[in-house]
């Protein structure tokens, strides 16, 4: 039976929105084991016209919204990828992409180092070790080249050379094959670490490296229930929970919205269905946001056992450790 302390993180308080991630579908041209969102090849889920122009919307009128955050499966194989990059860079906010890098080598999408680029968007992209064999294992056979070459290409176009051509990448930990649960590295030694290994071996430059947990949703959460170590993992995380990463967790301050447009605190409550609400308990969609000419309706985050992944030790988020 569960022993798990819920309460550790209740109540969490909405702060100002500031950010909104979208998640632009669930079509990816990988399958990777640990993917919360449970993306692939097969998946036909994405982003409709219609609520890209009610996000379209949302990005004009509200001047509180610095950052559009695009993630997914493949942000960019979506239809509505590119009309909303260039609204939101017209009106100046700060873009960010979730690239597996891997998508520039397939048909039609050749020119995205090009296009991220000219728009001077950031990329935040995956690259979970910097040891072929780990990376393979987590993402597919082939993988690691091809992302080391992509990096190199981005390089080429003045990624994480040129100030204004941020490329960050992400680290994300092996799956556990046992109870023998070891927290994310420290951030800013493992940073040295990939820097170094990727500068000698294969010139490449980047920013920042993020940390990010493993948390225990979609695909991750299945492979942990498939070796009854779900409950453990959730255990282990509980138990190393640090109060001090809870008011930098980015729920704080951002919407994530889905492809049908509903709104959530976070990717992973979306990957669960934990919708977002109004003090009326609610759901809440992008349209009904755009009715009341209001994104700041949510006072309470939704929080359940996942969140003990984004709590556990330094924290972890979509950027990285949270202190
Ligand atoms: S983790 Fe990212 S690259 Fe891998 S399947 Fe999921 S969305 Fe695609
Ligand atoms: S999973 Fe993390 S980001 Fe999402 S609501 Fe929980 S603490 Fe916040």
């Known amino acids: 039976m569960t022993i798990i302390n819920f309460s550790k993180i209740i109540p969490l308080s909405k702060q100002k929105i500031k950010i909104l991630q979208i998640n632009l579908g669930k079509r990816c041209n990988l399958t990777c084991i640990h993917c919360h969102v449970e993306a692939g090849p097969k998946r036909t889920e994405e982003l409709s016209p219609e609520v890209c122009q009610q996000l379209i919307e949302v990005i004009n009128r509200f001047h509180q919204i610095e950052t559009v955050d695009l993630t997914g499966g493949a942000p960019e194989i979506n239809h509505e990828f590119r009309p909303l990059v ?186 669960e269905n934990i919708y977002a609400t109004n003090q009326d308990g609610e759901n809440l969609t992008i349209k009904k946001l755009l009715a009341l000419n209001n994104l700041d309706t949510i006072k309470t985050i939704k929080t359940a056992t996942h969140c003990y992944g984004c709590t556990a030790g330094n924290g972890s988020s979509c950027e990285g450790s949270l202190i």
């Open 86 to 271: 260039e609204a939101a860079r017209k009106v100046g906010k700060r873009v960010i992409i979730r690239s597996n890098l891997t998508i520039y080598f397939e048909p039609n999408f050749k020119d995205l180092p090009e296009y991220c680029a000219k728009h001077q968007v950031r990329i935040i992209a995956s690259f979970p070790c910097y040891v072929e064999k780990n990376t393979d294992t987590q993402r597919g056979n082939g993988v690691y080249i091809n992302s080391i070459k992509a990096l190199q290409i981005l390089n080429k176009k003045g990624y994480g050379n040129n100030p204004n051509l941020i490329l960050d990448l992400v680290y994300n930990p092996p799956m556990p094959k046992n109870d023998n649960f070891i927290l994310i590295p420290d951030q800013n030694q493992l940073e040295k670490k990939y820097k170094f290994f990727l500068k000698k071996n294969f010139n490449i430059n980047f920013n920042r490296l993020f940390t990010i947990i493993n948390i225990p949703v979609g695909r991750t959460k299945k492979y942990l229930q498939n070796q009854y170590l779900y409950i453990p993992y959730l255990e282990f995380l509980e138990s190393n929970y640090n109060e001090f990463t809870v008011p930098h967790l980015m729920c704080k301050n951002q919407l994530s919205i889905d492809y049908h447009g509903n709104v959530y605190d976070c990717d992973f409550n979306q990957m």
